[in-house]
């Protein structure tokens, strides 16, 4: 058995009958979206502008749709960050590449 990774001390448990609330950061949406993201993006950031391009971040937004119906803005948030977060160095780029892409599908914070 695998030790725990956590620090300090155990979250709170739970009342009777309250369901567990599920963290977009870790949903299975995120996840996949994420990894297909990854892909797309570099792809993109490798490509000249042109058709291929053009398709990519067609995709990308497709993808953005589909996180964005799975969770709203707060999934895209999440998927935003963690593609960041893979390549620090390119963090701004790919931050980009994808609000470009998903133009209104973000809400704005209120």
């Given amino acids: 058995m695998k030790r725990s990774r956590t620090t300090g001390h155990p979250a709170e448990p739970l009342p009777a009958g309250a369901a567990p609330v ?18 797309l993006v570099a792809a993109v950031e ?17 993808k953005g749709e589909e996180a964005a119906a799975a969770g709203g803005s707060a999934v895209l948030r999440a998927v935003l960050r963690r593609v960041c ?26």
């Avoid at 000249?48 to 497709?62: F, L």
């Avoid at 980009?96 to 133009?103: C, G, M, N, Q, V």
Wanted: aromatic residues 4%.
């Fill in 22 to 39: 599920a963290q977009p950061e870790r949903n299975a949406a995120v996840d996949a979206a994420v990894t297909a993201l990854i892909s």
């Fill in 46 to 62: 490798t490509q000249p502008a042109g058709p291929a391009a053009k398709a990519y971040r067609a995709a990308i937004r497709r």
């Fill in 85 to 110: 977060d893979a390549a620090p160095d390119r963090a701004d780029r790919r931050e980009r590449i994808l609000t470009e892409a998903w133009a209104g599908l973000i809400a704005e914070k209120s």
